[in-house]
């Protein structure tokens, strides 16, 4: 076996708070709840990107009912590690979901704003059932209540990069999560 490049940006984490194998894990897991549960029906996953695409790629390939795929763009203006204001929701999808059971795929449940407005939009086009699955879920900074029906780890509020998490669109390619050092959050490097 040929040795494995390392990940520079790995020695970018201050520490690691869900590692890939704790991950892969639990992915095992969820989807095996998400089997049972949507045994014999159809499921229309659509994924809010870019953030979802490493959960979802992942997911996808463990589910074992009759699944489409679509996906939706959300984003809000960022300062740094903070969202200001709404998110917006740019309506991409490609499927007709109505009548079908939906299931929304994020990588991490945060104020809850994105993923409380990309479900209503779901809901007005009429899809028959909307759950979500997320990775992550930091409760402690929810501003409008929402939960999701499958979720991976709860974590304390840090900002966290990593398994499709950007800080300035880096660091999504991480296989674990973690926090980074304060000054590559500070722009010094
Ligand atoms: P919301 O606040 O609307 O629940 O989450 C919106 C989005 O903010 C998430 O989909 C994610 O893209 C981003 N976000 C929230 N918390 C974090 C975090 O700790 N790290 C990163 N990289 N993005 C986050
Ligand atoms: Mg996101």
Same mark, same amino acid.
């Given at each position: 076996?040929?040795?494995?490049?390392?990940?520079?940006?790995?020695?970018?984490?201050?520490?690691?708070? $869900?590692?890939?194998?704790?991950?892969?894990?639990?992915?095992?897991?969820?989807?095996?709840? !998400?089997?049972?549960?949507?045994?014999?029906?159809?499921?229309?996953?659509?994924?809010? $990107?870019?953030?979802?695409?490493?959960?979802?790629?992942?997911?996808?390939?463990?589910?074992?009912?009759?699944? &489409?795929?679509?996906?939706?763009?959300?984003?809000?203006?960022?300062?740094?590690?903070?969202?200001?204001?709404?998110?917006?929701?740019?309506?991409?999808?490609?499927?007709?979901?109505?009548?079908?059971?939906?299931?929304?795929?994020?990588?991490?449940?945060?104020?809850?704003?994105?993923?409380?407005?990309?479900?209503?939009?779901?809901?007005?086009?009429?899809?028959?059932?909307?759950?979500?699955? $997320?990775?992550?879920?930091?409760?402690?900074?929810?501003? $409008?209540?929402?939960?999701?029906?499958?979720?991976?780890?709860? !974590?304390?509020?840090?900002?966290?990069?990593?398994?499709?998490?950007?800080?300035?669109?880096?660091? &999504?390619?991480?296989?674990?999560?973690?926090?980074?050092?304060?000054?590559?959050?500070?722009?010094?490097?």
């Amino acid at each position: 076996m040929p040795k494995k490049t390392p990940i520079p940006e790995l020695k970018h984490l201050d520490h690691i708070l $869900v590692s890939e194998a704790a991950i892969k894990r639990r992915i095992a897991s969820l989807s095996e709840e !998400i089997n049972r549960d949507y045994a014999g029906t159809h499921l229309t996953v659509i994924a809010v $990107v870019n953030g979802a695409v490493v959960l979802v790629a992942d997911l996808l390939r463990k589910l074992r009912v009759q699944v &489409r795929l679509d996906c939706v763009r959300a984003s809000s203006y960022h300062t740094g590690t903070q969202a200001a204001g709404k998110p917006v929701v740019i309506d991409s999808l490609k499927l007709d979901i109505t009548g079908q059971h939906v299931l929304l795929v994020d990588d991490i449940l945060d104020t809850g704003n994105t993923l409380s407005a990309v479900k209503t939009l779901l809901l007005a086009k009429q899809a028959a059932t909307v759950k979500t699955c $997320v990775l992550l879920d930091k409760k402690a900074r929810r501003v $409008v209540p929402f939960e999701a029906e499958y979720v991976g780890f709860e !974590i304390p509020n840090e900002f966290v990069v990593g398994y499709g998490l950007d800080f300035n669109e880096r660091y &999504r390619n991480l296989p674990c999560i973690g926090v980074l050092k304060p000054k590559y959050y500070a722009g010094l490097l």
